[in-house]
């Protein structure tokens, strides 16, 4: 695809089959404390 | 569901519901927004005929017809306008184990910060207290036994100022470490500092406990010293600067964040995190303040252009400095595209009232740390049987993208899940309303990471 650089897999919905463990960092915790990013946490499922 | 947006030299499609980025052409750009406004599917043939009459003047025939064909592949492998079909996993927060707990150690605080929405460590409780080593104890036993089959167990140290009651931090962290031997779990503490007390024996014992650090300062010492003072006025950057800088580089410039607020005093807060990483500090995050708009250095609506443009002054030098190896990391740019959370954590993001809990110094447990002392969101005590009000955990279990009308078009919920639900409560009085201005700012701040993804990419 010469017009189209695609950077990622479609990862959103393989991660739903393995997904919901938990054991991940609360996206709180980290650093922001007072305003949400979700999508910079690191997944810790071994099994993913 | 697609986003497209243009930022510098790039043309950048999100596809909400896969997660997949795309950088295109110009051509391609106009043509997905064109097929995306007027409804078409690209697999049709009568889509490729209406594209090509469409840009019969600015693009070749052959052009639009291969960009169609590319578009359509695209589509076909679920890469753009894949349906959203996550919806049946929205009530897995329900009966969620409580993985994760804000402990507030200390309602003191050795400074007097202007914009404070703790209320100078008093959490609008008109007293300040410290927490006890029994109380912290307490919140161990209940995390462990409220666990369940979850191994990782989060604890923030957080005020106030917590090094006002250093001992009992050490005393629970302790204990924290007996229970993990008992119950096969592994703490992770984190603590917050205003950097003020923390001298070598401290920072030793932090380094050896905590796998995090979020050591408090805003940027500019002009800008730091106006709202991060002493009770005498004083401010406290040239006292921090330096114990911030040694801490920093005591953890091999991993494991911690300086972490600021941005205010209306400096809407130019890009020069700020620039500042910070000038002064060498490679983990960096500033905020946004959040409050209503009441006060002189509340952000407001009308502010929003001047935060934006800032916003892409910071993702632009973000990028030439990581492109030239000198990078530092802003933690809302690091968006993580392939390993990132799934789509579970997605839908409702930190878990406050049910995953995640806050425990007043007095041993009261609310949902976050930003509802302590707000007494109709109180969830229970340590102190009483220890069992958090039902019916207010279960409306924090079922708070997730789909129940907030407002996330249904927004491209962005899969990055925010659904933003911070203390803001939505606090500010517009429903934990299903998120706070607009927080949003517009979300939404900008995903463009920018997308940008730097595909600046970065090259």
């Known amino acids: ?48 | 569901m697609i986003h497209t947006f243009k930022m510098f030299d790039k043309y950048i499609v999100l596809d909400v519901n896969s997660g997949c980025v795309h950088e295109v052409d110009k051509l391609c750009y106009d043509v997905i927004n064109f097929l995306n406004v007027k409804g078409l599917d690209p697999e049709d043939a009568a889509a490729r005929f209406k594209a090509i009459g469409e840009f019969r003047r600015e693009y070749d025939a052959d052009d639009v017809s291969e960009a169609v064909d590319d578009i359509a592949e695209l589509k076909k492998n679920d890469m753009l306008w894949a349906e959203d079909d996550f919806e049946y996993n929205k009530e897995l927060k329900r009966n969620a184990p409580v993985k994760a707990m804000c402990l507030h150690i200390s309602h003191d605080c050795n400074l007097r910060c202007k914009y404070c929405f703790a209320d100078e460590g008093q959490y609008h409780t008109g007293c300040r207290e410290l927490m006890s080593a029994e109380t912290g104890k307490r919140a161990m036993d209940y995390l462990v036994r409220n666990s369940g089959k979850r191994r990782n167990l989060e604890v923030d140290f957080f005020g106030g100022e917590p090094l006002m009651n250093f001992d009992a931090v050490k005393e629970i962290v302790e204990y924290a470490h007996e229970l993990e031997k008992q119950h096969d779990k592994v703490f992770r503490f984190t603590i917050t500092t205003n950097g003020i007390l923390l001298d070598d024996d401290k920072l030793d014992y932090i380094n050896r406990n905590m796998s995090n650090i979020v050591l408090s300062i805003d940027g500019r010492k002009e800008v730091n010293d106006r709202v991060r003072c002493r009770a005498d006025g004083t401010g406290c950057y040239d006292k921090i600067v330096p114990i911030f800088q040694k801490t920093a580089e005591s953890r091999n410039q991993d494991n911690y964040y300086v972490r600021g607020t941005f205010t209306r005093y400096n809407l130019d807060f890009a020069n700020d995190v620039l500042h910070l990483a000038d002064l060498g500090f490679k983990q960096i995050s500033v905020e946004p303040v959040v409050c209503g708009e009441e006060t002189d250095y509340s952000l407001r609506e009308e502010d929003l252009p001047r935060i934006f443009d800032e916003y892409e002054t910071l993702v632009r030098e973000y990028v030439r400095r990581k492109k030239e190896g000198s990078g530092f990391n802003f933690f809302h740019f690091m968006v993580d595209l392939d390993e990132g959370p799934c789509i579970i954590k997605r839908l409702s993001g930190c878990g406050c009232g049910c995953e995640y809990v806050a425990v007043a110094p007095n041993g009261d447990v609310y949902p976050c740390h930003q509802f302590v002392g707000t007494e109709e969101y109180k969830m229970g005590s340590l102190y009483d049987d220890g069992e958090l009000d039902r019916d207010l955990r279960n409306k924090f279990a079922d708070c997730n993208i789909y129940s907030k009308p407002d996330c249904k078009e927004c491209f962005a919920k899969f990055f925010c899940s659904g933003g911070c639900v203390a803001n939505a409560c606090l500010i517009n009085g429903s934990m299903n309303k998120p706070h607009k201005l927080s949003c517009e700012m979300m939404r900008k701040r995903v463009e920018c990471s997308l940008y730097a993804k595909a600046a970065l990419a090259e």
């Open chain 1, 1 to 48: 695809m010469k017009r189209i650089k695609t950077l990622n897999s479609a990862s959103l919905k393989k991660s739903a089959c393995k997904g919901g463990c938990g054991e991940c960092q609360t996206s709180c915790q980290s650093a922001c404390k007072t305003s949400c990013t979700v999508a910079n946490q690191k997944c810790e499922n071994d099994e993913r």
